[in-house]
């Protein structure tokens, strides 16, 4: 019934792109229809049934699924159904591989392929009322996890020995692991950043970097939590396999009275962008509104970055950390009901380390329905 | 001085196939050539210096790289050089995606667009000595926190809470946590298979399976870790950037006496492999090998799983735990010297679960180096 809703979301946007079907094969997309991880396709015609075609695992049974060994054998089983094969077919042009696009097109040798990738995203990132709930229990189990963080910290401490502490919180309280992401972007877990590591650039566009290791620059990189440093944790909530995202800020004992305040700026920001984020509201005036309450702290050289500033304040989440929409420069994109959003404003001090914080929230008529209920102070390690 | 090595590798390559020119552009072929991630492209002419094209991160130094926005901006700099467009290019076909091959296709309108996705997978797959020495770092590491395993368990755990607990010993050891793969695959860490879950069907094309979660439908599920049931551990190691891949098998108290057969069968298996891994061996007639050595135990139809089997015994790795070559039935790939693989004799027992081994051996004229040294005997937790 659940599945049967996303599918029909996909026929609607199928219909409005004039596509007579879509062919899925990636993995996060086929999960979004199947519910599952399969190897395999889906067949979605703008109207009629959807069609599983699979490769493994071997052993699944159900009225709309075959076995295939390859992507070849899918025309003939469409037609063996008595369906025509489609003029237009949407397929994920911007994911999929050249050679796999490749193998499609010869496939359906008279269809017209359609690059779908942005509209199967539009199409996900207004969820359904049961994604909003895995959501929001993705944020719960995370809020119970760090709210433990205080429990593991050892004075002495490396980041790195800092973040494995807290990874083994987040897996205890059922986090899956696996952190699933759009393009180039690839995580593990996500990031801690002590001190001056904040402001290292990061060759992903996530809102900060830190400088990790050369193999996996992100994040932590063996710095010493050391008494007046902030220790951001931004790490990705897996818990239903929908994410939540949360950051929050951590300090070694006092820090300077600029971190405070520029911690609490980011809290202003995040609340008045929550009230701002209903039905409606363009994704570039909600970055505008928070950029302008930087402008006017006298912080803007460091919001969201020094060396390297993001460019937005809060990206969708959802089965990946970033969905559309993103609340960015330029974007003219509109918010809608049911749109999950993470709002992160950041700021990076020199000597400190990064304050700020994120949370994941609902579009609502209300404005941001929070899911991430966890105090948004800076919390002293120290204490 | 290693990445010139490596980058010269590739020109060999392109000088067989007849390129005159690469142009790399996904994560792990950079960071081949680039010791380290980054977001951009390398441009790799079959005769001269590399050029290095970077989006991201910011702030990067060398004669070699220069910043750019887009693909786009690329031919107008080779040309600023005073170097002619190539007519032929090898680019990542079958890991780009189709909308990106397009983009480079339209940069480059005279050129031939040559698939090099394979290449440069065979290039990677014979290992400088310094990539070895990488390896084996990452096996000594893995072993170390191995070793570790029998001193976190505690009866009553589940497979999830013994996986969670191994997982932190190999951070702690080093492990970064990342877990690169090529294709469809994914995976966080590896798998803890207990009992009968080691039957369960894989969408991946692992050794074994598990159930996992429908989100993540790989190794442990929650299983308790009961008496007279074995526990495979199949974890991927990342300590160095570069890869290896080590199992062991745990008991929880005695097995029956046919679960020890069948883990002396894969013993006896990866020993006679390990005797044959030299330059000029077909992988083919390992996997042959392997495979006849298990039906001569009467153990066939338990060999790589039940449900689904594997039709390979072992695989190379390096960057990615997948690399070439495989040995596996039809592969008339020939061994190298420097090839690093992983060899993974595995028999699934019902009512028991998975034993078996795994180890990581480097191809030399002596046969397989073991590079993971572990004692192979199946380890009882109870005592």
């Known amino acids: 019934m659940q599945l049967q809703l996303r599918i029909q979301k996909i026929q609607t946007r199928l219909m409005e792109v004039s596509a007579e079907a879509c062919l899925l094969s990636t993995t996060v997309n086929l999960l979004y229809v199947a519910g ?25 049974e159900s009225d709309t699924l075959r076995y295939i060994r390859k992507v070849e054998d899918i025309p003939d089983l469409i037609k063996a159904d008595g369906i025509k094969l489609p003029k237009t077919l949407l397929v994920e042009s911007g994911e999929m591989s050249h050679l796999d696009w490749l193998r499609i097109q010869t496939c359906f040798p008279a269809t017209t392929l359609m690059d779908g990738t942005a509209d199967l995203r539009v199409v996900r990132s207004v969820k359904t009322d049961y994604e909003c709930s895995q959501i929001r229990a993705s944020a719960e189990a995370h809020v119970r996890a760090y709210r433990r963080i205080p429990s593991i910290f050892r004075p002495g401490m490396t980041d790195i020995e800092f973040s494995i502490e807290i990874e083994r919180l987040m897996r205890l309280e059922g986090n899956k692991g696996l952190f699933r992401t759009f393009g180039d972007m690839e995580a593990f877990f996500g990031s801690v950043l002590t001190g001056d590591n904040a402001a290292v650039a990061s060759p ?167 899911l991430s209920l966890l105090e948004p102070a800076i919390i002293d390690l120290m204490h």
């Open 36 to 60: 599952r991880v399969i190897n395999g396709f889906c067949y979605i015609p703008a109207e009629g049934d959807a069609q599983f075609f699979i490769r493994r695992p071997a052993g699944l």
């Open 204 to 370: 992903y566009d996530f809102s900060l970097g830190g400088a990790g290791d050369p193999t996996n620059p992100i994040g932590a990189n063996g710095t010493l939590l050391a008494a007046g440093q902030s220790v951001m944790v931004d790490m990705c909530g897996n818990f239903t396999g929908y994410l939540d995202d949360i950051t929050r800020t951590f300090s070694v004992g006092h820090l300077p009275e600029k971190a405070y305040k520029a911690h609490q700026v980011a809290i202003d920001i995040e609340r008045r962008v929550q009230e701002a984020m209903k039905p409606g509201a363009i994704c570039q005036d909600l970055y505008e509104l928070a950029l302008n309450l930087a402008k006017k702290a006298g912080l803007e050289d460091c919001f969201m970055g020094t060396t390297q500033q993001a460019k937005f304040i809060g990206h969708g989440v959802g089965l990946v950390i970033n969905e559309p929409p993103v609340l960015a420069i330029r974007s003219r994109d509109m918010l809608q009901s049911n749109m999950v959003l993470a709002i992160e404003p950041k700021f990076v001090i020199k000597g400190v380390g990064a304050v700020g914080l994120e949370d994941t929230y609902i579009v609502t008529e209300a404005g941001g329905e929070q």
